[in-house]
């Protein structure tokens, strides 16, 4: 899926964190947001995932604005995954519980937790694995729809930097099948994984490169 | 069903509470409504006892302070269609050491409706106990009323509890406790279809007298009136304390559990599938508590019915229509109480998720 911001201004009250930002993501690319912290790249993230509408401007997905993709539910659950800083795995639930819990097709389910590494630990609880395991089991929840697009916000902030390179190199495979990553993080080892790299200074794009 | 019987383990704590809570305003619904409707239904089959037809001082409120001409009756005994009447004179009076006690002058004729267990139906100076009065005053051989002696000439048993707990003597005596005729006349007909025909003739005999169907009677009681109404208002109450503790208690559990209910919306799942899934947590919490209810209301009922303290007059009485009418209330309380809490729920945007990783 195209995705094409136009335009984005945006405002928390009078305080301006976005200022007029164009940018492309291609289809199924790895596309790094980096940034100092308040240089805008989380808000920019939520804007292109749908989670925040901009103050001006605005998001194409393939051509179509938001207001043109009919139920807003039904199409984050079809195209889009999202991992945060946090894992946010429900914790009465097993891993693969909380991976299917939005699966259109549990089909998927349990190769991802092959493909990611976990399916020893499908039938444990969240605090049962270590904190790079959760992550894992994150991104296989984000991924289990086959999404076009999968949105991270500081994926690796809470994990050490062997499990963070780890994450990566997850993005980096998926990337490589088919499926889009948009990433933000302050963390410029994302550079090397990663196929654009867009980097944000004071609310606007500072510079974009490959 | 799995998983909301999974997040109710996980979140035991507050589960306890909210099943706690609607245990208790589920029983109390069921006790007070079984109470009172055990008292209308008591009082009602006493006068439906041989009686297709009241006849009571007209316009009068209560039975108790009913009083008509007992010589009336034998005109009524002699109309075309009545089988038999019997007099009645209700009373309460302290009987020894119980400060009040139904008291209740019969004709003859109404002797034969009381099941004796031993002794004899009373002569004048005489009453017969109900056997649950006879084992609350140990087994009496006298009982005073109202400063008079009586000698207890036998005991008979009753399923209506006032009477099980009351005494039973003749007219004479009863006349001259209460200082009136008679309270009520029960008639009894041949056919049901004479009902009209045999009303029109008694309400013709006196001004003072008013004849209606037992039915009919109990249908416009006030007395049944009040207690029921008393009944509906503190059980509506209740209920509304229920759903109070159930919106209460559920908003805590959406604000604990805000992060589950923003990822889920994060992966699409829909507003719909939230609130069904917090739904469908608090009904299997009223379904417990609806058991336990019902079951805690059974014991709470038969330790009344069997306390001293309330001489049996306090017999509840849980219907199969009164239990399928509280599992509704029940699952309505449920129902409401979650729905706004659920919708809040629904509505946890998913951006609340970024802000708290801090990024």
Avoid: C, W
């Avoid at chain 2, 209740?104 to 002797?111: A, C, I, K, P, T």
Wanted: net charge negative.
């Amino acid at each position: 899926m195209k995705i094409e911001a136009l335009g984005i201004e945006h405002f928390y009250g009078h305080e301006k964190v976005l200022n007029g930002v164009d940018i492309t993501i291609t289809p199924g690319s790895f596309t790094a947001i980096i940034g100092e912290s308040g240089s805008g790249k989380t808000t920019l993230l939520s804007i292109l995932s749908t989670l925040l509408q901009p103050t001006f401007g605005n998001v194409q997905y393939d051509g179509k604005i938001l207001s043109e993709l009919g139920n807003i539910d039904r199409f984050r659950r079809t195209n889009i995954g999202f991992v945060f800083q946090f894992h946010y795995l429900i914790s009465y639930l097993t891993l693969r519980e909380n991976i299917a819990l939005g699966a259109i097709e549990e089909s998927r389910v349990d190769s991802l937790l092959e493909s990611l590494g976990i399916s020893n630990l499908s039938h444990r609880y969240s605090d049962e694995v270590s904190g790079g395991e959760r992550q894992r089991a994150a991104i296989a929840r984000a991924l289990v729809n086959a999404p076009s697009v999968v949105f991270a916000d500081e994926p690796t902030g809470n994990l050490d930097s062997k499990n963070a390179l780890g994450v990566y190199e997850l993005f980096r495979e998926f990337s490589l099948q088919g499926t889009g990553f948009v990433v933000a993080s302050h963390d410029k080892k994302i550079a090397d994984y990663a196929d654009v790299i867009i980097e944000m200074e004071d609310g606007v794009v500072k510079k974009v490169y490959k | 069903m799995i998983t909301p019987l999974k997040a109710l383990r996980k979140n035991r704590f507050k589960t306890s509470l909210i099943f706690v809570s609607m245990s208790v305003s589920i029983a109390a619904i069921f006790l007070i409504s079984a109470i009172s409707g055990g008292v209308v239904s008591m009082y009602s089959a006493m006068l439906k006892t041989d009686g297709d037809i009241i006849v009571t001082q007209k316009g009068i409120a209560d039975t108790f302070f009913s009083d008509i001409n007992r010589s009336l009756n034998d005109t009524v005994m002699n109309m075309v269609g009545v089988k038999e009447s019997s007099v009645l004179i209700l009373g309460a009076a302290p009987v020894d050491t119980l400060p009040i006690v139904g008291i209740y002058g019969v004709s003859e004729n109404r002797f034969k409706s009381y099941s004796l267990k031993q002794g004899s139906i009373p002569s004048q100076g005489e009453v017969m106990l109900g056997s649950k009065i006879y084992e609350t005053l140990k087994h009496p051989k006298t009982v005073t009323l109202s400063k008079k002696e009586f000698r207890v000439s036998g005991v008979f048993k009753s399923r209506i509890g006032f009477e099980d707990g009351g005494v039973v003597m003749n007219l004479v005596d009863a006349g001259e406790l209460f200082h009136k005729s008679a309270s009520i006349f029960l008639v009894s007909l041949n056919d049901l279809s004479q009902s009209d025909a045999v009303l029109k003739e008694v309400n013709l005999l006196s001004s003072e007298i008013e004849a209606k169907t037992t039915e009919n009677f109990i249908d416009s009681y006030n007395q049944f009136k009040i207690i029921k109404t008393s009944s509906d208002v503190i059980g509506a109450m209740a209920f509304l304390m229920g759903i109070l503790g159930i919106v209460s208690m559920m908003s805590m559990v959406v604000s604990d559990r805000k992060a589950e209910f923003g990822i889920m919306r994060s992966i699409g799942l829909s507003s719909s599938t939230i609130i069904f899934k917090l739904l469908s947590e608090t009904l299997i919490i009223a379904l417990a508590a609806y058991a336990v209810a019902l079951g805690t209301s059974f014991g709470i009922l038969e330790l009344i019915e069997n306390a001293d303290k309330f001489q049996g007059y306090i017999n509840g009485e849980i219907t199969v229509t009164l239990m399928i009418n509280v599992l509704i209330v029940s699952v309505v309380m449920a129902l409401v109480g979650t729905f706004l809490p659920a919708f809040y729920a629904s509505r946890i945007d998913p951006m609340s998720l970024i802000q708290r990783g801090g990024a």
